[in-house]
C-alpha cells in the first residue's frame, strides 16, 4: 500500500510539473538540447542555427520548439531538450527608510571599525563579531602574504560602474578597445569593457556592451560585496582584492530568461571570475536542468563559486518556506558549486522574510537592514535574501583572495564549516550557523596546508 501511494504521489508531482511547464512562458524561438555523451547536434530541418554552450549542450534557434523537441526525443541520441523559459515577471525589492528610533539604527552607531574610514562604515552591522560576519576583526588579523585580486561577476540589473564608491573597483576587459565598435578581442562581444549586456542585443544576437544599471538593484548588491574601501567616502565593501565584473541580464521586472543567465554564467567563468553572485530567483524550475548543469561545469572547469539568494516566500517565525519542500531556483538545484545564502537580522536571529531548508540552504548571512551603493552617487538601505548573498560573496571573495587555489567545492566546504553557530539554525540551514571571515580564513589555512601536503 505504502509502494502505491508513492507510485501516485510520484505520478501526481510529475503531472503537476508538466501542468506548469506548460502553462510558463518561453522564448517562442528557442530551445536547448543536450546531447548524450559521444553524439554529435542532431540535424533537422527544424534547427536554424546553433550555438554550442557547455559539453554537449547546445542553444538551438527553431521556429517550432515544441515539434523539435519532439523530434528529437524520438532520436535516441538526445539526453534532453528545454525550452528556454523566462523567471516571470514580480516586483523588485524596495528600498528602505530606517527608523532612527530602532534598535537596529541604534546598533549601527556603536560600531568602530578601526580598519575603514570610510564616513559610513558604522552602519555596516554586519562587520561586527556579535550578529554579524566578523569583518571587523578579520581585518585587524589578516595574514602577513598579500592578497590576489578577485573577479566577481554580479549578475543581476547592471551595475553603476560611475557611482564615487564602484568606480575604482570595476572590472574592465583590457583586451577591448572602448568605443570603437571592433570584437578586439574575438570573444563573440563588441566594446564589452565591464561586462555584458544579455537584455539588449545587436543585429547578430549578441548581447551588448551597457551594462549599467537600470535598477539598483545590482549597484546595492556590488556595493556591498565590494564597494572601495578607506577611500574617505560612503561604506566599505566586505572584500578588499575585488573587481566588479557586470553582467546585465536581470530586468527591471526581474522576468530573466535561462538562456541569458547560462549566457552571464559562461562569460564570467571563461574571462576569469571566481564567483558568482546571483540574487535573483524563480518559483518554478519547469523540469529544466540547464542552469544546473552550467553552474556544474564551471565548477569543474573554471573553480568557479556560484552564490545564490535562498529566498523571501517565509513569514517567520511562525510560517517559514521551506526550500527542501518547496524549492526555488537556482537556489534549490542540487550542485558542489553553489553555495545557498539565508538571511539574518542586526540581533542574529533568521530575518523573517528568509527561505530555509535543512537540505537546500547551506549558510546564514546578514541580510535585513543592509546599507550599501546605489545609483547616481547615492546610498539606501535594502533587505532580502538578495543583500545576505552578497554578503557571504564578500567573504568569499576574500578567503579565494588568500587562498586562490581553492576549488569552488572546497571554498563552499571552507565556509560552511567556520560559521558561527546558531542553536536556532539547526532546523534551518545545513551548516547550522552564520558566515564567519575570520574563522573562514583560519579554517581556509588549514584546508590548503592538508591540500599540499597530500599532493
Same mark, same amino acid.
Given at each position: 500500500m505504502k509502494k502505491l501511494t508513492v507510485c501516485i504521489l510520484l505520478s501526481f508531482t510529475a503531472i503537476m510539473a508538466t501542468a506548469e511547464a506548460a502553462n510558463s512562458r518561453f522564448h517562442p524561438n528557442h530551445l536547448f538540447v543536450k546531447m548524450k555523451d559521444g553524439q554529435s547536434l542532431v540535424k533537422s530541418p527544424l534547427i536554424k542555427s546553433a550555438k554550442k554552450l557547455i559539453g554537449g549542450l547546445y542553444l538551438v534557434k527553431t521556429a517550432n520548439p515544441v515539434a523539435l523537441s519532439k523530434q528529437l526525443a524520438a532520436s535516441g541520441v538526445v539526453e534532453y531538450s528545454q525550452k528556454d523559459f523566462y523567471g516571470e515577471k &514580480? #516586483? $523588485?525589492?524596495? $528600498? !528602505?527608510? /530606517?527608523? &532612527?528610533? %530602532?534598535?537596529? +539604527? #541604534? =546598533? +549601527? %552607531? !556603536?560600531f568602530n571599525f578601526v580598519s575603514f574610514n570610510d564616513p559610513d562604515a558604522s552602519k555596516l552591522w554586519a562587520f561586527n563579531s556579535n550578529s554579524g560576519m566578523n569583518v571587523s576583526e578579520a581585518y585587524d588579523a589578516l595574514p602577513a602574504t598579500s592578497v590576489n585580486e578577485i573577479i566577481v561577476a554580479v549578475v543581476d540589473t547592471g551595475v553603476d560602474h560611475n557611482h564615487q564608491d564602484l568606480k575604482n573597483i570595476m572590472w574592465t576587459n583590457e583586451k577591448e578597445i572602448a568605443g570603437n565598435g571592433i570584437d578586439d578581442d574575438n570573444n563573440g562581444y563588441i566594446d564589452d569593457i565591464h561586462g555584458i549586456n544579455t537584455l539588449v542585443r545587436d543585429a547578430q544576437g549578441r548581447a551588448t556592451m551597457n551594462t549599467m544599471a537600470g535598477h539598483w538593484h545590482g549597484t546595492h548588491v556590488a556595493g556591498t560585496i565590494a564597494a572601495e574601501q578607506n577611500n574617505g567616502l560612503g561604506i566599505a565593501g566586505v *572584500? @578588499? =582584492?575585488v573587481k566588479i565584473m557586470a553582467i546585465r541580464t536581470v530586468p527591471d521586472d526581474a522576468d530573466e530568461l535561462d538562456s541569458d543567465i547560462v549566457e552571464g554564467f559562461l562569460y564570467a567563468a571563461k574571462h576569469g571570475a571566481r564567483l558568482i553572485n546571483c540574487s535573483f530567483g524563480k518559483a518554478n524550475n519547469e523540469g529544466g536542468m540547464v542552469v544546473r548543469d552550467t553552474i556544474n561545469e564551471i565548477g569543474k572547469k573554471y573553480k568557479v563559486l556560484v552564490v545564490a539568494a535562498a529566498g523571501n516566500d517565509s513569514s517567520g517565525p511562525f510560517s517559514w518556506h521551506n526550500n527542501d519542500e518547496d524549492p526555488k531556483y537556482p537556489a534549490s538545484f542540487d550542485s558542489e558549486s553553489l553555495l545557498v545564502v539565508a538571511s539574518t537580522t542586526s540581533s542574529g536571529s533568521l530575518s523573517s522574510f528568509s527561505n530555509v531548508g535543512i537540505k537546500t540552504v547551506d549558510v546564514a548571512a546578514p541580510g535585513s537592514n543592509i546599507y550599501s551603493t546605489i545609483n547616481g552617487n547615492k546610498y539606501g538601505n535594502a533587505s532580502g535574501t538578495s543583500m545576505a548573498a552578497p554578503n557571504a560573496t564578500g567573504v568569499a571573495a576574500m578567503i579565494l583572495g588568500y587562498f586562490? =587555489? /581553492?576549488? *569552488? %567545492? !572546497? /571554498? #563552499? @566546504?571552507? $565556509? $560552511? #564549516?567556520?560559521?558561527t553557530p546558531v542553536s536556532s539554525f539547526k532546523n534551518h540551514v545545513v551548516s547550522g550557523g552564520r558566515v564567519n571571515l575570520k574563522t573562514s580564513l583560519a579554517k581556509a589555512k588549514t584546508a590548503n596546508r592538508i591540500r599540499f601536503l597530500t599532493k
Open positions: &514580480r #516586483k $523588485m525589492p524596495k $528600498m !528602505e527608510v /530606517l527608523d &532612527r528610533s %530602532t534598535i537596529a +539604527f #541604534k =546598533n +549601527f %552607531t !556603536e *572584500a @578588499s =582584492n586562490p =587555489n /581553492l576549488s *569552488a %567545492t !572546497e /571554498l #563552499k @566546504s571552507v $565556509m $560552511m #564549516k567556520s560559521v
